[in-house]
């Protein structure tokens, strides 16, 4: 790994277009970084490490592209006119019989050279493909202009362990691009001579302070290409990568991750502001949103506390998720039903999360007597067909010692546990009665659920169900969102349900 949770740059090169022998690395830091095999078309001239020439025409523009003589077998798939900003080559299965040199330490240029030296459909995207060992991921440039070929192609190249998650890395390969793009078209950096010197202080500068500092500060000398551009400086810093927020529904249940209190104090104090009172710091309709968060009250109830609209607290907690700040876990009942994970072998394999599970389901550790391995023994024990209630039970949980419900959704936070969804669907009439009544509670007549409509209410018999809640049989929603769709208790609708003698159920 490089600096914090980046991941480490192990090599960059500069790869370019020759009028005369094609594909071409031109520079690589560190030297000697991209292999250079003469059995596979390889020569050197003048210190660089030219390609198959010919191997670069096999890429078809907006198609799918095989490279058969290469040491690694790669494709990609273009989507056509549509503006992609990332396109993913994958790699497919080495053949046993493949030359060792994929496996090497060295990038095989050989194999990649068509696709870091692309058709137009490539240029200025981002590109990640994957060779041997290595992710490399570039931004192609084509400059037109008076050049050999009316046109300078280049590509500035870095390369990580195939493992590493290069997300973060995105923007900062784009930027470099367009930089060495804008440099070129200024000053002719890289078509005019003695390039090669700020070139290389660049790509160094670029692999050591990104590695061991996550951001780099470079001064290059371009008064030799132009005056105006005698000093140029170029600032680069690494961002973690955040994905789009997740979908956050009405029956989901945020669960904190962080101290929202000392966050709230060390804010109050960045701003020289600790003789104010924090929430006055916080958006107000935040503030009130986390102070509902007890790991008990989903979304419907914190929009209900609170007083607020059900949307807007939707876009509070999907902003808190997108940091990272909470977690998303269902609603917790005796009656639910849970099933391991492959995950669960992390809890054997790692002590650390071991301590997390016992101070967290323990009342925070105060229950000395309790031992990690009965909590493992636990989760093990948990079964598909059996509900949480039927499993303390049967297991003699000692419920004073272990939080049930913090038990099982630390499972279900660590991805040790998954629920499995109850959804009912409704197999024969949705109404027995009246077409246009509904026996359901509602506003109108205050019934309750299942429970049949009085005469005065121009009711229906005791087993019709509403239209709103036959709508929602059709096996697409789970217990818990009609739940809190139609704000009754599982209890409730479980009793309407059986009532009604029509309704079956599908555990998924």
């Known amino acids: 790994m490089g600096c914090g949770k980046f991941p480490k740059i192990e090599a960059i090169f500069l790869a370019q277009f020759h009028p005369d022998l094609g594909p071409v690395v031109r520079l690589s830091v560190p030297e000697g970084a991209v292999e250079l095999d003469e059995n596979k078309g390889y020569s050197s001239n003048n210190g660089v490490a030219r390609g198959d020439d010919d191997s670069s025409s096999k890429l078809a523009e907006g198609g799918v592209a095989s490279l058969s003589n290469s040491s690694s077998h790669l494709g990609f798939f273009y989507g056509g006119e549509q503006p992609v900003e990332v ?274 389901v323990t009342n925070d550790g105060t229950a000395g007597d309790v031992q990690a391995e009965e909590l493992i023994r636990l989760y093990s024990t948990i079964q598909k067909r059996k509900t949480v209630a039927e499993w303390v039970l049967e297991n003699e949980v000692d419920t004073e010692r272990i939080d049930v419900r913090r038990f099982i959704v630390f499972g279900v936070i660590h991805k040790i546990l998954r629920r499995v969804h109850c959804y009912p669907v409704l197999c024969g009439p949705e109404v027995k009665a009246c077409d246009g009544e509904q026996s359901m509670a509602t506003e109108d007549n205050g019934a309750s659920v299942g429970e049949a409509a009085s005469p005065g209410h121009g009711g229906s018999d005791n087993g019709s169900l509403g239209r709103q809640l036959a709508g929602m049989l059709d096996g697409t929603h789970h217990m818990d969102e009609i739940c809190v769709s139609m704000d009754k208790d599982a209890a409730a609708l479980q009793q309407a349900f059986d009532s009604h003698g029509s309704v079956e159920y599908m555990y998924i």
């Open 87 to 360: 396109v993913e080559l994958i790699k497919r299965p080495i053949h046993p019989k493949v030359s060792a040199a994929v496996r090497s330490d060295k990038i095989d240029f050989n194999a990649i050279q068509a696709l870091v030296i692309p058709k137009l459909p490539l240029f200025e995207r981002l590109v990640t493909v994957n060779t041997g060992i290595f992710k490399i991921m570039c931004y192609p440039i084509s400059i037109v202009g008076n050049y050999a070929r009316n046109a300078l192609i280049f590509n500035m190249c870095f390369a990580f362990d195939i493992k590493a998650d290069t997300k973060c890395f995105g923007p900062v390969v784009k930027r470099v691009g367009c930089l060495l793009k804008e440099l070129e078209i200024s000053s002719g950096l890289l078509s005019g001579s003695g390039g090669e010197r700020p070139l290389m202080l660049m790509m160094r500068q670029l692999v050591t302070k990104l590695n061991d500092h996550g951001e780099c500060q470079i001064e290059l000398d371009l008064s030799d290409f132009s005056q105006f551009m005698a000093s140029t400086g170029i600032s680069i810093k690494l961002f973690p990568y955040y994905g789009s927020p997740r979908d956050i529904e009405p029956y989901h249940v945020p669960i904190r991750t962080i101290d929202f209190e000392m966050v709230k104090l060390k804010s109050a104090q960045t701003v020289n502001q600790a003789d104010i009172p924090d929430d006055i710091l916080w958006d107000i309709a935040l503030d009130r949103v986390m102070q509902c968060m007890d790991g008990v009250n989903h979304v419907g109830r914190i929009a209900a506390l609170t007083k607020i609209r059900e949307e807007t607290v939707v876009l509070a907690l999907r902003h808190l998720d997108y940091y990272g700040c909470i977690v998303l876990a269902d609603i917790f009942q005796f009656g639910n039903i849970y099933e391991t994970q492959y995950r669960i072998m992390d809890i054997y394999r790692h002590e650390w999360l071991q301590r997390e599970c016992y101070n967290y």
